[in-house]
């Protein structure tokens, strides 16, 4: 599968995306000690691509997973967590209409949309909910696989503080 170089670009951009919009949110719902804290945001974003999933008609899936860890990541003012959910999906005849329909749905769930295509001409786009949290939504693989980028709100953790790998 050709999915691992559009895969970079995609996280790189995403993060780009994300750093611009999810970290300008303020952190202050979330724990004070830095791994309740960092597994607060990993749960904001896991429940924000189980959303975005949701708006897929089932009728078009075929599976689902979801990352079960993911990375830290730097943005403006600390740090955000960033995952990721993976639909396979039947045949995609219309990745345009799929990702308008997640759009409309998104936008009627409270999130901000903002649509535009990658390098490779397919359709793509931004979803941020009210807590901060960027999804990067586009249908890859030919129309058979539809990819959620996660990326928390962007948070402190404390001088000195040492994260795992991954969480």
Do not use: H
């Amino acid at each position: 599968m050709k999915i691992l170089p559009k895969l970079t670009s995609s996280v790189a951009l995403a993060a780009a995306i994300a750093t611009l919009s999810g970290c300008s949110m303020s952190s202050n719902d979330l724990p004070e000690e830095p791994t309740a804290r960092i597994m607060a945001a990993k749960s904001a974003a896991q429940s924000a691509e189980d959303v975005a999933a949701s708006l897929v008609p089932t009728s078009q899936i075929d599976s689902r997973r979801q990352i079960p860890t993911g990375n830290l990541l730097p943005c403006s003012s600390g740090k955000q967590w960033s995952g990721n959910t993976t639909l396979e999906l039947k045949r995609q005849k219309d990745p345009t209409g799929l990702v308008d329909t997640i759009s409309q749905r998104a936008e009627k769930n409270g999130f901000k949309v903002d649509r535009d295509t990658s390098r490779a001409g397919t359709p793509r786009a931004t979803l941020t909910d009210a807590a901060g949290v960027s999804l990067l939504v586009g249908v890859w693989n030919d129309g058979t696989v539809l990819n959620i980028d996660s990326f928390s709100m962007c948070f402190s953790l404390p001088e000195g503080f040492s994260p795992r790998p991954s969480y």
